[in-house]
C-alpha cells in the first residue's frame, strides 16, 4: 500500500477527457514531480485530488483510504493542501492573516504561534511585510505567502501547482531551495507539478511525464534526467 495513491484516474470537463487513466504512487517524505507542457492535465490532477473535481472513473488514496467519498474541507482537515496555481492569496488581507487563515482548521492556538514564528523564519521577508495587504506583494514574495500559508495547516502531503511559475530565475531557486529544505527538515511529502522539469528534477526524487492526459514516461528523477525524450521535450537539449 502507498502513502498516497492515484489509480487509473478519468477526468472529464463536459465531452474533454482531460485525465485519460493516470496512476501515480506518492511515498511518505518524498518529493515526487508530475511534468507535463500547458494543458497536459497537472492542475486537473491536483484538483481532483483536492475534492474540486470528481472523477469518472478511478481513486485517490491515501493511507489507504479512499478520498472521493470526501468534501474538499474535509480533505484539507486530513493534511492534503493544495498550494494553487498563481499563488491565489487573499489580496485585501494583511500577511499575518493570510498565514491564520491557512491554519482555520486548527484549535490549538499554541501550536499556532509555533508554525507562525517557523514559517517568518523560513521567510523573513514575510515577516518584515506581515502588516502589508498580500495583494500589494510582489509575485514572488506572494508565492512564498501562499506557501507559508500552506505550511500553517500542517500538511502532511504538499501538493504544489507551479511554483515557480512567473518568478526570475534567482526567486525560483530560493523557492525550490525552500522545498527541497521542507522535505529534508521536516520529512514533509511532496507532489511537485511543474512545467520547468530542470528545476522539478533537481530536487526530486522520482517523477512522472504527463502527456494530454496520459502519463508515458515514469521513473527516478535521475532516470527522467537522462532520458533522451524527457531531455528534448522538456530540458531543451
Ligand atoms: N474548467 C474547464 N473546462 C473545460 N476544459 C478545461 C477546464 N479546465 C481545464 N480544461 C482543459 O483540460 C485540459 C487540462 O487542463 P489543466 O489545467 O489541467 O492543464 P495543465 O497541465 O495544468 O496546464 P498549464 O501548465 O497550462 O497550467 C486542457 O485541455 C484544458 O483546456
Ligand atoms: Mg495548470
Known sequence: MAFFEIQNLHVYYGFIH???GISLTVEEGEIVT?????????????????GLLQPQEGDVRFNGES???????EIVKMGIIH???GRRVFARMTVQENLEMGAYVREDKDGIAEDLKRVFKLFPRLEERR????????GGEQQMLAIGRALMSRPRVLLMDEPSMGLAPVLVEEIFDTIKELNETQNLTILLVEQNAHMALQIAHRGYVLETGVI???GSAQELATNPEVQKAYLGM
Open 18 to 20: 482531460a485525465l485519460k
Open 67 to 73: 478520498l472521493l467519498k470526501y468534501r474538499p474541507h
Open 83 to 85: 498550494v494553487p496555481e
Open 131 to 138: 502588516g502589508q495587504l498580500a495583494g500589494t506583494l510582489s
Open 34 to 50: 508530475l511534468i507535463g507542457a500547458n494543458g497536459a492535465g497537472k492542475t486537473t490532477t491536483l484538483r481532483t485530488i483536492s
Open 216 to 218: 508515458t514516461i515514469a
